[in-house]
């Protein structure tokens, strides 16, 4: 089994930052590929950002280019979400999700999933 926590979540002005943590625990060795995905209320979960453990390769949606940054410390487990220039529209839960053989935007592609962790970004 897998088990994924997020952390670092919050209410923070438009334009401010956070950073979101997502740690792996369990069977590490079964993930290849981590992301993350929101949803607003009333929308669908939409993915946001992946990474691929190995390579590092990473993948964004176009509403978060340039201002979200997905990272990775493999000997801490931990996958990060720098975002930058927070829009209200950004505002939703946040969750961590992972897996083996991954289409990186695709949801139900991804094995494990965190709680999610809620960010608010005021206007």
């Known amino acids: 089994q897998v088990q994924l926590v997020e952390s670092g979540g919050g209410l923070v002005q438009a334009g401010g930052s956070l950073r979101l943590s997502c740690t792996v625990s369990?069977?590490?060795?079964?993930?290849?590929?981590m992301g993350w995905f929101r949803q607003a209320p009333g929308k669908e979960r939409e993915f946001v950002a992946a990474?691929?453990?190995?390579?590092?390769?990473?993948y964004y949606a176009d509403s978060v280019k340039g201002r979200f940054t997905i990272s990775r410390d493999n000997a801490k487990n931990t996958v990060y979400l720098q975002m930058n220039s927070l829009k209200p529209e950004d505002t939703a839960v946040y969750y961590c999700?992972?897996?083996?053989?991954?289409?990186?935007?695709?949801?139900?592609?991804?094995?494990?999933w965190g709680q999610g962790t809620q960010v608010t970004v005021s206007s």
């Open positions: 999700a992972a897996g083996a053989f991954i289409v990186p935007a695709t949801a139900s592609s991804y094995d494990y």
């Open positions: 369990g069977r590490t060795f079964s993930i290849y590929t």
């Open positions: 990474i691929r453990l190995k390579s590092s390769s990473t």
